[in-house]
């Protein structure tokens, strides 16, 4: 029986890939409201104050072009702020910059999105406190996609000055289109230990530490030739750089502050398959692992790179968490 991924497991590092660097640098300090961190050459850090990074923006050196939607991979990266009326302030600095929105009431949160320049998606939400969220019978959590009350969140707004995302805002979540939920439910709850959360019969899967309502969210793509076809398009890309000319995530990071089993356990629970998940045991030990690049880890495409196991060098330290 695979144990479950510890409950403070949370998300780290987005990694974007972007076709002009200082555009989406002016879009996510104007428009999102985060903060530069460093730049270097054709990479930039963006975060909401110290060295953690919430995004890291690569430019392509021939560009990057939107891809379809409804393709394996991205399909948006959630932002979570800690509160209503921080929440309503983004609000209201979309709607004065005309910055066009979707919204959704999901009974947990409260949800506004967006897109990039380079058609990311983006999400940018508050939760509600988890002691008001609703169980289904069956113990999933209870969502749906309601209206949003932007008067309500406009009105906690006020005449606040907008100064961008406070602090104590994280990544919440990312939402992947995978091709196979049975490839995504093996990877990302067996191999992962991710608890599910929410099963939508054949067209979703939520996953969660901690009794969240889903820190991925994974949903069929349909079309599982269709989704083989953009997958090897996705993996060119990352394979072989602008040549594809692929918008998306590059990877993104999945953290364990105080895992709860050894790195080892995971890693011989993950299949041969290209991966990239990193972590950080109690002993400060990182799980970085790469696996085969002939099969599809679900959701992954397009975003893992790079990868390998390191240990702490030998100290009383237990490090820093990712």
């Known amino acids: 029986m695979t144990r479950s991924i510890h409950p403070d497991t949370d998300l780290g590092t987005v990694y974007l890939k972007v076709s002009e660097l200082d555009r989406s640098i ?6 999102i409201g985060l903060q530069l961190i460093s730049r270097e050459g054709a990479t930039a850090r963006m975060g909401v104050g110290g060295p953690a990074a919430l995004l890291q923006l690569e430019q392509l050196s021939e560009g990057a072009v939107p891809a379809p939607r409804r393709r394996t991979g991205l399909y948006h990266f959630a932002i979570l702020v800690p509160t209503r009326e921080a929440l309503g302030l983004a609000v209201r600095n979309f709607l004065q910059r005309r910055v066009p929105i979707g919204q959704g009431d999901h009974l947990v949160s409260e949800a506004i999105y967006l897109s990039d320049p380079n058609d990311n998606g983006i999400e940018v939400y508050a939760d509600r406190p988890r ?40 990544m919440g979540h990312v939402h992947l289109h995978v091709r196979d939920l049975q490839e995504a439910k093996r990877f990302y709850v067996d191999a992962l230990g991710f608890d599910i959360v929410a099963n939508y019969g054949g067209q979703a899967l939520f996953v969660s530490a901690g009794g969240y309502h889903h820190h991925v969210g994974t949903e069929y793509v349909g079309g599982r030739r269709r989704a083989a076809a953009a997958s ?33 356990a995971v890693r011989g629970r993950l299949p041969r398959r290209r991966s990239f998940v990193e972590s950080r045991a109690a002993d400060g030990s990182r799980l970085k692992t790469l696996l085969k690049p002939s099969a599809t880890v679900p959701g992954a495409e397009g975003f893992f790179r ?9 100290s009383k330290s237990r490090g820093r968490p990712l």
């Open 26 to 31: 002016k879009f996510y300090e104007e428009i």
């Open 131 to 170: 002691d008001t969220w609703s169980y289904t019978p069956t113990g999933e959590v209870a969502m749906a996609t309601d209206p949003v009350d932007i008067e309500g969140l406009l009105a906690l707004a006020g005449d606040k000055p907008w100064t961008g995302l406070p602090a104590g805002t994280v």
């Open 232 to 264: 090897e398009r996705a993996r060119a890309d990352l394979l072989h750089g602008p040549a594809a000319g692929r918008r998306g995530a590059r990877s993104h990071f999945v953290r364990a502050r105080r895992a709860r089993h050894s790195v080892g």
């Open 306 to 314: 790079r990868a390998h196991i390191s240990r702490p060098a030998k």
